[in-house]
């Protein structure tokens, strides 16, 4: 019975001790927005009330606002200098610290339509408007900041209602406005809690979306790679199983070479899979390409038939590269043989090499970004059937066909081009694929040199 106290206290500990990370970030998403936004909600404010302040002359309106900046400045500094674990006072003082920001911001509204100039009163009304509109199109979904911006603009609304039934109470019975203004009110509370509901309903059906797309793409992969590795076990116990009932001696070293070479394409299916989860071990060494390359156009020629005609432009005096070597050149295999099986019987076949500068960062097409820098680039250029524009966007998914249906696969596997994919980006490069239907594929693999130039 001790025991089972002791454990529920531990619990209670444990529940206590909850993590408020995650609703700081809410929070932090919610009140933030793009560079342009966040310009412009400090930079126009700033200069509509500077306006109202010099021709009233009222330096109350400045102190309010630099209150609200200052206000603003502490939140912003406070949820971004928050990390995980957070307290719940941390959260809660998050929570104080938009009180105080809103709040502000709003006694700068009321107190310009208190002046009772016209010019203040009208930009209260804007300032109320834009902060209203603020509060609809908010980024985040966090309820408490709802309350948080809703209660003062609702204070505001009703404030310089009942300023104004006053104003008219000779013409009109004071409970007409007020109940305008309620209405209006009433209103744009049922309008933010609309726009919180479909905000988070949203949420939730992006985050179900990107779930289904990922078991989606976990699911692919299984397929692929369960299918592979059947099909090479298959073929390891097949031979290992007739090796057993062959006698002559011939016939049980072939079933032993067909078993390794079937265990050797597993070695190679799962190296490609390291490639693809960025998981590789590189030996990364100073690599001088037109070297490197020279050596594997003789190899490349082997493998085509004779009518593909292989044509090489290796410029010498181009910086070296630093890269695993070996594991280059499984790569170059890779995309020699699907661009052999994307000519068919026939066709050119263009193994080049290319310096390329870039002056400002550039997003490749496998999705990793390419920094500020001098490149080589390695293209591989065939006047094929090309890739259909539908398939380029899924290119460097595993197990993708791009292949017409009944195409054999050939020496290729569906993890050739994520496996290039990987290892471009293991070694600071990336990939990219140009095509077009009936003009050929233009694969290009970009490997940073060693010394940059200034």
Not at 12 to 18: D, E, G, K, P, S
Not at 62 to 83: D, E, K, N
Not at 148 to 165: K, N, Q, R
Not at 179 to 208: C, H, N, P, Q, W
Request: net charge neutral; with cysteine.
């Amino acid at each position: 019975m001790a025991g089972t106290f002791a454990r529920s206290r531990s619990l209670a500990v444990a529940t206590q001790t909850r993590d408020y990370f995650e609703p700081l970030a809410a929070i932090r998403q919610s009140i933030g927005g793009t560079q342009v936004e966040m310009f412009g909600r400090f930079l126009l404010p700033a200069l509509g009330i500077g306006m109202i302040a010099a021709l009233l002359a009222d330096i109350t309106i400045v102190m309010l606002y630099m209150i609200y900046g200052t206000a603003q400045i502490v939140m912003f500094g406070f949820l971004h200098s928050r990390s995980s674990p957070a307290s719940r006072t941390e959260y809660l003082f998050a929570l104080g610290l938009c009180v105080l920001s809103s709040c502000s911001f709003m006694i700068i509204a009321i107190y310009m339509w208190s002046t009772g100039s016209l010019l203040a009163q009208f930009a209260s009304c804007l300032m109320a408007l834009g902060f209203a509109i603020y509060g609809l199109t908010r980024n985040g979904a966090v309820f408490a900041l709802l309350v948080i911006d809703g209660v003062p603009i609702a204070v505001c609304a009703l404030y310089s209602t009942w300023f104004m039934s006053n104003l008219l109470a000779d013409k009109v019975h004071p409970v007409v406005p007020l109940a305008m203004g309620l209405l209006v009110v009433a209103y744009y509370f049922v309008s933010l809690y609309d726009v919180f509901v479909t905000r988070r309903e949203l949420k939730i059906a992006r985050d179900r979306a990107v779930s289904a797309e990922r078991l989606q793409a976990v699911g692919h992969l299984t397929a692929g790679v369960a299918h592979d590795f059947n099909n090479i076990l298959t073929a390891v116990l097949g031979h290992l199983d007739l090796y057993g009932h062959l006698s002559h001696p011939v016939e049980k070293d072939n079933c032993v070479t067909e078993a390794h070479n079937a265990a050797t394409r597993a070695a190679r299916l799962t190296a490609q899979l390291l490639f693809f989860a960025r998981k590789a071990r590189l030996s990364a060494k100073p690599t001088d390409l037109a070297e490197c390359l020279a050596g594997f156009s003789e190899r490349a020629r082997d493998l085509l038939p004779d009518s593909i005609d292989l044509h090489v432009n290796l410029p010498p005096g181009l910086p070296s590269v630093m890269v695993d070597p070996d594991q280059l050149l499984t790569v170059l295999l890779q995309l020699i043989l699907n661009a052999r099986d994307g000519l068919g019987a026939a066709g050119e076949l263009t193994l080049g090499l290319e310096p390329l500068y870039l002056s400002k960062s550039q997003r490749m097409q496998a999705g990793n970004e390419l920094a500020q820098g001098a490149y080589c680039v390695i293209r591989i250029d065939d006047n094929g059937a090309g890739i259909h524009p539908d398939h380029l966007t899924h290119i460097f998914e595993p197990f993708y066909p791009t292949k017409a249906r009944g195409q054999a696969r050939g020496q290729t596997s569906g993890l050739g081009l994520p496996m290039a994919a990987g290892f471009a980006e293991q070694s600071g490069g990336a990939i990219s694929i140009f095509s077009k239907l009936g003009s050929g594929t233009t694969v290009s693999l970009v490997l940073p040199v060693i010394s940059n130039p200034q």
